[in-house]
């Protein structure tokens, strides 16, 4: 695929560890010498605003997306190529969503979680063929993997599905596979009915 733009999900926080920062900073300036367009939550604080800022420094395009009221909080960025103020959190991931090629979530907290996991339902569901993908920063999702993993096992989220999620630790690569992803078609309902199997306290 031609990835003109990317959403990147991360945390309004900087996180424990150093490393969490410097691999937004790294991510932005990566962004911007592919001449991708950074698509993000308009924030100047925590991982975002480091995302943003290294993107911009590197001569990069930056569009930011946020709800009004968080602007009235002071940590929308003024400094983006451009920022769009929308009113509810719904249209900000909606816009987000219209805006990037693809997506990728790097180190945050629960927001960051639903967000990347709402775009990766859309590609269940058939709303859309973009791909969606993890930086795993110092094994930081690695949790989270183990447990898509058990999700797949217990038959609640098609195997397929979990292959087209995009994972890894090097930037580089996964913009490779964002380039070649090729999306799963296949229905998401793995079995209309449930499986009939005795009950543990059955006699």
């Not at 993997?145 to 609640?156: G, K, P, S, T, W």
Request: net charge negative; charged share 20%; glycine share 8%.
């Amino acid at each position: 695929m031609n990835l003109k733009s990317l959403c990147v999900y991360c945390g309004s926080s900087p996180g424990l560890r150093a490393s969490y920062i410097e691999a937004a900073e790294a991510f932005g300036r990566l962004i911007a010498s592919e001449h991708i367009t950074l698509i993000y939550g308009g924030g100047n604080v925590g991982l975002m605003g480091a995302l943003a800022d290294s993107a911009l420094q590197a001569g990069g395009e930056v569009i930011g997306v946020i709800p009004e009221r968080l602007v009235a909080k002071s940590i929308a960025h003024n400094g983006l190529t451009k920022l769009y103020c929308v009113e509810s959190m719904h249209e900000r991931k909606l816009k987000m969503a219209e805006l990037a090629d693809a997506f990728i979530a790097l180190p945050g907290g629960v927001g960051t979680i639903e967000e990347i996991f709402e775009v990766f339902t859309w590609t269940q569901l058939g709303f859309h063929s973009k791909p969606c993908a993890f930086l795993n920063v110092e094994q930081y999702y690695e949790p989270l993997f183990q447990f898509l993993d058990h999700m797949a096992e217990q038959r609640f989220l098609k195997k397929e599905h979990l292959a087209s999620l995009i994972r890894g630790d090097d930037p580089c690569d996964l913009l490779i596979q964002l380039r070649n992803y090729t999306p799963a078609i296949i229905d998401k309902w793995i079995d209309r009915k449930p499986t009939k199997s005795p009950l543990p306290f059955a006699n």
